[in-house]
T-cell receptor
Framework: RKEVEQDPGPFNVPEGATVAFNCTYS??????FFWYRQDCRKEPKLLMS???SGNEDGRFTAQLNRASQYISLLIRDSKLSDSATYLC??????????FGTGTSLTVIP | DVKVTQSSRYLVKRTGEKVFLECVQD?????MFWYRQDPGLGLRLIYF???????EKGDIPEGYSVSREKKERFSLILESASTNQTSMYLC????????????FGQGTRLTVV
């Protein structure tokens, strides 16, 4: 079983739409959770960390459900510049990171 | 600004060549990682290191070795390059035992012909 599972998409949404990505992880002892963004042919970059209480950064909201071992990312009012691949990442004590295969998003004018 | 720097963005090598990929970080991170990324497979861990001269195998270490002689530098070595090692290679670093993120280098796109 994979450590982290994501729906690969692709998600094609119109500008202004709200889109949600989900991710599940298998290790209940996981400590840290992140969403990364990766543009085509570029390296992954941290979008936001995910905290148990949920957190918001502008149009982006991340949620963590430890009981269900589930992480989500919500993007409101999608922009063309949001088009990218979004990676769900889980870490144990910080010594290893486990990556989902990524969810592809295209925002259409 | 934090930085992880990989020595090359693009490399073309011949089958059988020995290939060195270098990675340097300036954040005093203990952990350093080498991944390869292929379409549909995501990031797969090749090797990681949590201290100088320490190394641990990841999920796909076959055909690769690593070297960490200094804290800031982590090298990936392809002993005898093969066409199935054509891939995007990503180096990353992070603090040990802290709930903080990993930082990535810009990636090296290696083509073995």
């Amino acid at each position: 079983r994979k450590e982290v599972e994501q729906d690969p998409g692709p998600f094609n949404v119109p500008e202004g739409a709200t889109v949600a990505f989900n991710c599940t992880y298998s290790n209940s002892a996981s400590q840290s959770f992140f969403w990364y963004r990766q543009d085509c042919r570029k390296e992954p970059k941290l979008l936001m960390s995910v905290y148990s209480s949920g957190n918001e950064d502008g149009r982006f909201t991340a949620q963590l459900n430890r009981a269900s071992q589930y992480i989500s990312l919500l993007i409101r009012d999608s922009k063309l510049s949001d088009s990218a691949t979004y990676l769900c990442v889980v870490s144990n004590t910080g010594n290893q990171f486990y990556f989902g295969t990524g969810t592809s998003l295209t925002v259409i004018p | 600004d934090v930085k992880v720097t990989q020595s090359s963005r693009y490399l073309v090598k011949r089958t059988g060549e020995k290939v060195f990929l270098e990675c340097v970080q300036d954040m005093d991170h203990e952990n350093m990682f080498w991944y390869r990324q292929d379409p549909g497979l995501g990031l797969r861990l090749i090797y990681f290191s949590y201290d100088v001269k320490m190394k641990e195998k990841g999920d796909i270490p076959e055909g690769y070795s690593v070297s960490r002689e200094k804290k800031e530098r982590f090298s990936l070595i392809l002993e005898s390059a093969s066409t199935n090692q054509t891939s995007m290679y990503l180096c990353a670093s992070s603090f040990l035992d802290r709930a903080t993120e990993a930082f990535f280098g810009q990636g090296t796109r290696l083509t073995v012909v």
